[in-house]
């Protein structure tokens, strides 16, 4: 009976530790989008409007904010991947020590190895 408490004690830490996890990847997200809005008008055209009877072309526009956000991805991707890793082998123990401490009846007993 004294070993619930610990369990729940220990499968709180480990949820928390995901939670902060899954934080720091929300937070290199933000600081992408945030690189990429502050460049922004620097993608923008210099001369805007029509010029010599031409429309301005948005294509270039969109080419070059695909490159920078490309780019600003690539930069982070490194950190990306590990926080990804990380997350899954977090996923994958939270899964495992649920199922080996899952409530059997009314009390909560470790499961029986095979």
């Known amino acids: 009976m004294a070993a619930m408490p610990i369990h729940h004690a220990q499968l709180a830490r480990m949820e928390e530790a995901r939670r902060q ?12 989008l945030r690189r990429i809005t502050s460049i922004l008008p ?9 010029r010599r009877g031409k429309a301005p072309d948005t294509g270039f526009f969109l080419e070059r904010y695909r ?5 600003l991805t690539a930069e982070r991707q490194p950190e990306v991947d590990a926080l990804t890793r990380k997350l899954a082998r977090q996923d994958a123990a ?4 649920r199922k080996r401490f899952e409530p ?3 009390a909560a007993q470790p499961r029986a190895e095979v």
């Open 67 to 71: 490159n920078n956000l490309a780019a």
């Open 42 to 50: 620097q993608l923008a055209r210099r001369q805007t409007g029509y």
């Open 94 to 97: 939270i899964a495992a020590f």
């Open 21 to 32: 996890t899954q934080r720091q990847l929300e937070l290199i997200d933000r600081q992408v």
């Open 104 to 106: 059997v009846g009314d």
